[in-house]
């Protein structure tokens, strides 16, 4: 105890009887009986709030992991789940394609008529040798 021997407590004992006598021992001994008790509950009660702090410290650290975690993930959501500017976006899509459909309509040329072929017979050109 303490690192001391056994040699080393039956000194302090008997020293102890020389200086506070028989009648005072007893009572000394309770008192010293009672300080280390309370300097063991003192000692027990500091490791214990010391042990609840790094406890509280660790779950305060993990919690705040967390938080970072979620409210990450809830950004990516956010953007990959950001339904008015994609619906903004179709709208605008849509209308691009439907101006230029209606732009390749009017385009459009009228069909050719169909070539009519007859077979009257029509004067020749007159050519100078003729005449």
């Known amino acids: 105890m303490f690192g001391m021997g056994f040699t080393e407590i039956v000194i302090i004992a008997i020293i102890a009887i020389l200086f506070l006598g028989p ?11 009672k300080f280390f008790r309370n300097m063991k509950r003192t000692v027990s009660s500091a490791k214990a709030s010391l042990e609840h702090e790094l406890n ?8 705040l992991n967390y938080k970072k975690e ?3 993930a809830s950004d990516e959501l956010n953007k990959m789940a950001d339904l008015g500017n ?5 709208h605008e899509v849509s209308g691009e394609i439907s101006d230029a459909v209606s732009s390749k309509n009017s ?3 009228a069909p050719p008529k169909p070539e009519v072929v007859t077979f009257k017979k029509t004067p020749a050109p007159s050519t100078k040798e003729d005449r």
């Open 107 to 109: 385009e459009k040329k």
């Open 86 to 90: 994609l619906h903004d976006e179709i």
């Open 70 to 72: 979620l409210t990450k």
């Open 23 to 33: 009648d005072k021992l007893p009572e000394a001994m309770v008192e010293i009986a």
């Open 56 to 63: 509280v410290a660790d779950i305060r650290e993990e919690a």
